[in-house]
């Protein structure tokens, strides 16, 4: 099974595919813009996220896990969420992305975790890297991303120990951001940007419960969790760089009309200019399955 998409991490995530986790030549500047949104990202829906690995762990981890993975860690967000709640365990990150996994090691210098956090720089669509045994490992916005992700998830059964956890979370498409009145006289406009995007493939991802149960993973437990965000500065900034991205990446596949008024959301001192508003809600749903290796 192979699946090649057009899109990027993260998690959640409305770009186009990120040399982050991918093959192919670094431009580690993208790289680090890319570091910078997933970071903003996850300090957005970061309450959401830790549920859901509190859910997962809670009624399925093995009860003394000495070690985990974060596979396309990104930035190192999952990675971090990971030492907090299995206090007891090491931490690997891995990701291609060698600016990503300096991100990683400086946030858990500054989170007083870097004793128990290392990385690994390696292309999942290569291969697993060998870390030893695992007891649970975490895979946000991040299989979709493999190109052929049931050969990852056979290496994966080979490299969790028995009765390990295997965690993936998926979103549901581009966040949602504007009131029915940013749409800068165009009613719908985010409705049909995410219709776009979805077109394009971003995100796009199966339902992973029969992909992880034909690698050796179940019974799999699959639910859904929606993520919200505060009103703010950061979430303003947050959704001007999530719909720049589309108006970049999408340009040719957008209706005219929705064009301009998506530059008049984007364009400082414009009255519609999205930066300047405080009443954005960043909203995003994920579903998150979770299994055991049998």
Known sequence: MTRHHTHGHGHPHAHPRSPARHGGHHDHGGDAAHAGLLELEARTFAPALEEALARAVTRLGPADPRHAADLGSGPGVGTLALARRLPAARVTAVDRSPVMLERVLAAAR?????ERVRVAEADL?????DLGPLD?????SSLHHVADPAALLGRLHGAVAPGGLLIVVESDGMP???????????PGLEERCRAVTAAAGWNAHPDWRDDLERAGFGPVDRWTVTAQGAPGEEAAHYAHLVLGRIRGALEDQLDPEDLAALDRILTPGDPAFVGRRRDLVPRSVRTVWAARRA
Not at 125 to 129: F, N, R, W
Not at 176 to 186: S, T
């Open 110 to 114: 500054d989170a007083g975790l870097a």
């Open 125 to 129: 669509d290569a291969g697993l890297p």
């Open 136 to 140: 649970v490992v975490w895979a946000s």
């Open 176 to 186: 949602r951001f504007l009131p029915e009145d940013a749409g800068a006289g165009r």
